[in-house]
């Protein structure tokens, strides 16, 4: 038996991942439609985060919590194991500093624009930091590709490097739930007054988390 994919497996609270295994025969070769049934394993455990359907491999997350499954065929025996842990789904993100911004003559990056992402109903009294969670930084004003734009670009860090686009980048929350972006200037180039920046952050399943976006507004000095 062949477990297609990684042996660890993450999902948000809310999302589905569909898990697969192939069956293979002394010879190598793949049984066709082999009938495989997934099982929980420890499923006493009080601690699992989902649901399986044991035909189709179905996972769905539907709170905070971890478990394992198995792939299981008819007269064979299989130590493959699949551990899958259900991560809480972001409820709310917020500014995690100032939101104006004044970026000197002088310097070739502004300070951070930082924002925070929390989940607020695993336990309602109170509001947990989430790591590992995407903000979407994107620049609004000037309007991306137009000439007002084309001097700034956005990254994580004074000393980052610009990526494949100029105006947005994806960045994820760290062990205190924060993500955070700069403004920085390509040398030699006009600047535009100031710079709009919104961060959005999204659910697994594609729902806008309130909060979003949270916006910044960068000012820039007179050379």
Same mark, same amino acid.
Not at 10 to 38: K, M, Q, R, Y
Not at 42 to 49: A, I, P, R, V
Not at 77 to 105: C, E, H, Y
Not at 207 to 219: A, K, M, N, Q, Y
């Given at each position: ?11 948000? +609270? ?52 971890e478990g394992r499954v198995r792939p299981r065929l008819p007269d +064979? ?69 137009s000439s007002g734009a084309a001097g700034i670009y956005l990254t ?52 806008? +988390?309130?909060?979003?976006? +949270? ?9």
């Open positions: 038996m062949v477990i297609q994919g990684l042996p660890q497996r993450s999902l948000e +609270v809310g999302d589905t991942l569909t898990l697969v295994a192939t069956a293979i025969n002394n010879a190598g070769d793949t049984i066709p439609d082999p009938g495989i049934v997934w099982i929980i394993v420890d499923s006493d455990t009080g601690q699992l985060g989902f649901t399986l359907d044991s035909l189709t491999g179905l996972v769905t997350g539907l709170a905070p919590g +064979v025996f299989t130590l493959a194991l699949i551990d899958i842990s259900v991560t809480p789904a972001p409820d709310s993100v917020a500014a995690a500093g100032g939101q104006q911004i004044t970026m000197g003559a002088n310097d070739s990056a502004s300070t951070a624009m930082a924002v925070a992402v929390f989940d607020l109903t695993t336990d309602s009294s109170t509001a947990v930091a989430l790591p590992e969670k995407l903000v979407q930084f994107y620049v609004i004003d000037p309007p991306p590709g994580t860090s004074e000393s980052g490097q610009q990526g494949k686009e100029q105006h947005q980048i994806a960045v994820r929350t760290d062990q205190q739930g924060e993500a955070q972006a700069v403004v920085k200037r390509i040398a030699d180039s006009a600047l535009p007054d100031s710079a709009v920046v919104d961060a959005t952050v999204v659910t697994a399943v594609g729902d806008t +988390v309130t909060g979003s976006p +949270v916006r910044f507004v960068v000012l820039f000095g007179a050379d």
